[in-house]
């Protein structure tokens, strides 16, 4: 007896002639190629967001800023709210990273993104075709953070609460 992949392999022979094996051979391979492996995502939970959130606040009225309806206020009377935000922020983002930009050349030069390049650190923007090398004009550094420097919590605080209400007695 004879298994049925085996007559139509000779089939496959006498009709077509060797080139459909090699054919059908090289297709079965192309098809049995692994694929790249995928990113693993990790879940990143709230806590840090909230906790730096929270800094941001206390030290800067970020959220208070953000949340208040500023188009009923001068660009002078918003100017000078923005001016407090910013000491305060920036107060926070020293005390507790470090970070550095991506890239070290002047936003305007013309930079080159190899083959290869990490797309989480660096974006190619507009007309986009082809493969790696592209060359462009960097329109902005990026930011990365080299160390976190974040406060421990009680394990009893609700991090949900990013500034507690206050009342005074």
């Known amino acids: 007896m ?3 992949e085996y007559a139509q392999r000779l089939t496959d022979l ?5 080139s459909t094996l090699t054919n059908k ?3 079965q391979r192309a098809v049995e190629a692994p694929r790249p492996p995928q990113a693993v995502l990790q879940e990143s939970g709230p806590d840090s967001a ?10 800067g009225r970020f959220l208070d800023f953000l949340q208040e309806e500023v188009s009923g206020y001068s660009d002078h009377e918003v100017g000078a709210a923005a001016r407090v935000v910013h000491d305060g922020c920036r107060r926070v983002l020293d005390d507790h990273l470090s970070i550095a930009p991506v890239r070290d050349e002047a936003e305007g030069s013309q930079v080159t993104l190899q083959k290869g390049f990490d797309p989480s650190a660096e974006r190619p923007t507009g007309h986009v075709i082809g493969e790696p090398p592209f060359t462009g004009s960097l329109v902005h550094r990026g ?5 976190v420097r974040l406060p421990q919590v009680a394990s009893s605080r609700d991090v949900r609460i990013l500034a507690p209400a206050e009342v005074e007695l």
Not at 50 to 59: A, D, F, G, N
Not at 143 to 147: G, K, M
């Open 50 to 59: 909230l906790v730096l959130l929270s800094l941001l606040q206390k030290e």
């Open 2 to 4: 004879v298994s049925p």
């Open 25 to 27: 051979a090289s297709r």
């Open 143 to 147: 930011w990365r953070a080299l160390d």
């Open 14 to 18: 006498y009709i077509d002639g060797a």
